[in-house]
Each structure stands twice: as C-alpha cells, then as structure tokens.
C-alpha cells in the first residue's frame, strides 16, 4: 500500500511539475518532437529502401534452358533433379510455345519471324523459371543446375547480381547506421533539454531535500514528469509518421517515382513506427531526467 500511495504521490506531482512549469517544459517538447520527426524521417526512408532491396532481390531468377528436344520424362526428370537442391524457393516452367507467344507479343518483329515456325520447327528452348530462398546462394545453386542432365545453359545475370547484393548490402547497413546514429543524437539532445530543465528547479529540489523527503522520493516525480513529456512530445511525430505516410502511400498509389519502387504497406508499418517512436520519447524522457537528478543536481 505504501507503494501504491508513493507511485499516486509521484504521478500527480509529475503532472503538477510539468504545468507549474509549462515554459520549460514546452522546450523541452519542442525538442522532443522535432527530434522524433527527424527519427520517423529516418526510419520511413531506411526501411523502405530495405524494401526496395529486399524486393529487387526476391525478383532476381535463375533461368534454366533445357534442350530443343528435351521429351516430357525427360522434362520432369531435370524438375525433380531441380527439387532436390536445397534453397529453391520456387519454379515456373515455360514451353517454348509459352516463349514463343510471349515474344510474338512483345515484338512486330519477332511475330513476324517465329509465326513461321511450325511446332515442331520452334527452334526455342523450355524453360524453368528458378527463384531462390537466399540470394547470396543463387551463384552456387545455378552451379549445381548446369550439373543436371538435358540442361543446356543456366543464365541469372551472373556477375551483376553479385554487385547488386553487396550494394544492396552496404545499402542496408548504412541506412540502420543512420537511424540508429539519429536516435543516439536524439537521446543526447533530449536528455540535455530535461536537464537544463530540471537544473533550473534546483531551489525546488533543495527545499524537498530540506523538509526531510528521500531520495527515492524526489527522484520519481521527476523520472515520471520525464516520461509524460517524452508521451507528450512523442504525439505529434505519431501523428505526422501515420497520417503522413498513409497520404504518401495513398498519393502515390504504393509506387515511388517509377512502378518498380514499390512503397511499405502503411499497416502494420505505421503502427510498428509510431510504436517506436513512444518507446523512445518514453525510455529518453524519463533517462534523462534520472540522469538530472542524480548527476547535475547531486541528490
């Protein structure tokens, strides 16, 4: 009970410290918010470039030929060869009549020199159309394809993707730098704020300290006002981070300057970020007020 009537104690003084001193701690809100925009900023950018990579990667096929005259045994054969690899996520076979209409579509051209190819004559080649689980595997399945009899040639964009999955890569881990090197100027910045705030009330704690309160007793109030401005300041980035990107996403029909950039779905992604974004308001705001409590002003 002693606890519970300390814990009331504490949050209704926190309340009663952040409205005595509502020009102080609107700086420190000031800074709370705008710091959390520069963060939602960040974790929308990063995490959609993520995605962007993550996509190009998933897209990223191993093209299987197979000989002009492969029979049906034959066919399901090199499938169930294919199968047997570890780490193929899927497959999609295509006939060369398949390849055939598709290029015929494609092209006047084309149309106009396989149209005269009877079934029989179709010089093209079947296909299996292979997607990987990990694409920092697909050089060495490909290699372990071309082992597979009635193959003919395995193309993926050899080389290239290499390039790609360490761009993509170096992509990814600068842009977690990034938001993590935000949120750590963000704690310095926040954490600082509280403290000029609460150093400027240095006579109030110094009167506590004189009409016998505990430690523990001046620091939770103030721990506590941390944690409301962190709520508080945390409200409008939230805001700007769901309705914002919802409006973006909306605008640009989930597509970003061209169709292949294709944008998070705004749920669950909004509510993962405004999620974050408390968590950091909250756990910043109450760090640093502890931290000017128990350092600047030696209680």
Sequence with gaps: MKALRIFGRSVRDSFKGVIRNFSLSFASLACITITLIVVAIAIVLSQNVNNFADNIEKDVTIVVFMDTKITAEEKDDVLESIKRIDGIDSYTYQSKTDIANEMMESSEVFKSIISNYSEEENPLQPTYQVKVKNIEEISSIANKIKEIEHVSTVKYGEGMVEKLVSIFDIVKKISIGMVIALIVVTAFLITNTIKI???????????????????????????????????????????VTTYGYTALYNNFDGKLLASFIELIKPTPFIY???????????????FGSYLAVRKHLKV
């Design 272 to 286: 993962i970020a405004s999620g974050i974004l408390l968590v950091i308001g909250m756990i910043v705001g109450m």
């Design 197 to 239: 705030t609460i150093f400027s009330r240095k006579t109030e704690i110094e009167i506590m300290r004189l009409v016998g309160a505990s430690n523990i007793n001046i620091k939770i109030p103030f721990i506590f006002e941390g944690l409301f401005l962190g709520i508080i300041g945390s409200i409008i980035p939230i805001i």
